[in-house]
C-alpha cells in the first residue's frame, strides 16, 4: 500500500469518526432538547401540585382556625346573654321582693295605726302606746316617713302625757318604747329622729312617775 492510498484510508476512518461523533451530539442535544423541557415541566407540576396542596392546607387549617372563633364566639355570647339574663331576672325577682316587703311592712303598719288610733278614741292611751309603736319602724321600713311621724307624735303629745305610773307598769310601756327608740337610733341617719327621740324619753321618764289619778267617790 503506497502513501497516497494509506491517506486516503486514514482520512476516510476520520471521516466516518467525524461523523458518528457529529450524530451521537445532534442525538444527544435532541434527546437533551426533549427530555430537559419534559424534566423542568414535570418539576414545575410537582412544584405547583406541592404549592396547591400547601395552600390547601393553610387555606383549610385557616376555615377550621375562623369556625372554631366564630364558634367560640357565637357560645360565649349566648353565655354572656343568659348571664346577663339572669343577673337582671335575680335583680328583679330582688326588687318586687323588696317591694313587697315595704308593701307588707306598709299594710302591717297602717293597721296597727288606725288600731292605735281607736284606742285612743276609747278613751285608752297606754294601751295605744304598743301599736303607735310598732308602727312606727315598720312605717320606715316601707319609706312611709309622714307616718311614721305621726304615730311619733300621737306617742308624745297623746298616748304617754295620759299614762299613770301603774298603767306604765301594767301595759309594759317602757318595753314597747325602748324598742322603739332602739329602732329609730338605728335610723337616725343626719340627726333626723335626734329630736323625736328625746322627747320620747323625755315623755317616758314622766310617765313611769306620774301619780295615779285618784278616783272620785261619791258624796250626800
Not at 111 to 122: C, F, K, N, T, W
Not at 130 to 158: G, K, T
Amino acid at each position: 500500500m503506497d502513501s497516497l492510498q494509506l491517506l486516503n484510508t486514514v482520512n476516510g476512518f476520520y471521516d466516518q469518526a467525524f461523523n458518528k461523533l457529529l450524530i451521537v451530539t445532534f442525538g444527544v442535544i435532541a434527546f437533551i432538547g426533549v427530555l430537559v423541557p419534559l424534566v423542568v415541566g414535570w418539576v414545575q407540576i410537582r412544584s405547583l401540585r406541592t404549592e396547591k396542596d400547601s395552600i390547601s392546607r393553610d387555606l383549610k387549617s385557616e376555615i377550621e382556625t375562623e369556625k372554631r372563633r366564630i364558634r367560640e364566639a357565637i357560645e360565649q355570647s349566648v353565655r354572656d346573654e343568659m348571664k346577663n339574663a339572669r343577673s337582671e331576672f335575680a335583680r328583679r325577682i330582688e326588687e318586687l321582693s323588696g317591694d313587697l316587703k315595704k308593701s307588707a311592712a306598709a299594710a302591717e303598719a297602717r293597721a296597727l295605726h288606725i288600731q292605735g288610733i281607736s284606742s285612743l278614741e276609747r278613751g285608752n292611751a297606754p294601751s295605744s302606746v304598743e301599736d303607735f309603736a310598732a308602727a312606727v319602724p315598720l312605717y320606715i321600713a316601707a319609706n312611709d316617713e309622714l307616718n311614721a311621724q305621726r304615730c311619733i307624735e300621737s306617742l308624745i303629745d297623746f298616748c304617754l302625757p295620759r299614762t299613770d305610773k301603774e298603767e306604765f307598769k301594767r301595759y309594759k310601756v317602757k318595753g314597747y318604747c325602748e324598742i322603739l327608740l332602739k329602732s329609730l337610733r338605728e335610723s337616725d341617719e343626719n340627726g333626723r329622729y335626734f329630736n323625736s327621740i328625746e322627747k320620747i324619753e323625755k315623755a317616758l321618764d314622766l310617765a313611769s312617775n306620774r301619780a295615779v289619778p285618784r278616783k272620785s267617790t261619791g258624796g250626800a
